[in-house]
């Protein structure tokens, strides 16, 4: 069973936009947290931007000012609005959803930055 699904990643111009988007199963309940994370090739996976279901939200210092964490509470749904894109943006994307102490990863998308 998928918990956690991601979409929207691509091939994208330095300078560009992508939009990403993740989709938790409606069969969780009580999410806290939800995130993404990316890690890129021979590096470990690192925090980009979280956001709690409050809507507080917390961004790496890279991506600060160019991405922006969005949730729909209603839909169990978050997305990841990439701004500015750096090649060094290039990595693959991954979901995180924390409920009820259990914590879900999506399988991840690949975003690649490139002209």
């Known amino acids: 069973q998928v918990h956690v699904a991601e979409s929207g990643g691509g091939l994208v111009q330095p300078g560009g936009s992508l939009r990403l988007s993740c989709a938790a199963s409606?069969?969780?309940?009580?999410?806290?947290?939800m995130g993404w994370y990316r890690q890129a090739p021979e590096k470990e996976r690192e925090l980009v931007a979280i956001?709690?279901?409050?809507?507080?939200?917390h961004y790496a210092d890279s991506v600060k000012g160019r991405f922006t964490v969005s949730r729909d509470n209603a839909e169990n749904t978050v997305s990841l609005q990439m701004n500015s894109l750096r090649p060094e943006d290039t990595a693959v994307y991954y979901c995180?959803?924390?409920?009820?102490?259990?914590?879900?990863w999506g399988q991840g998308t690949q975003v690649t930055v490139s002209s």
């Open positions: 995180k959803v924390s409920a009820n102490l259990h914590v879900y």
């Open positions: 409606r069969t969780i309940f009580n999410i806290n947290d």
């Open positions: 956001i709690t279901s409050g809507g507080s939200t």
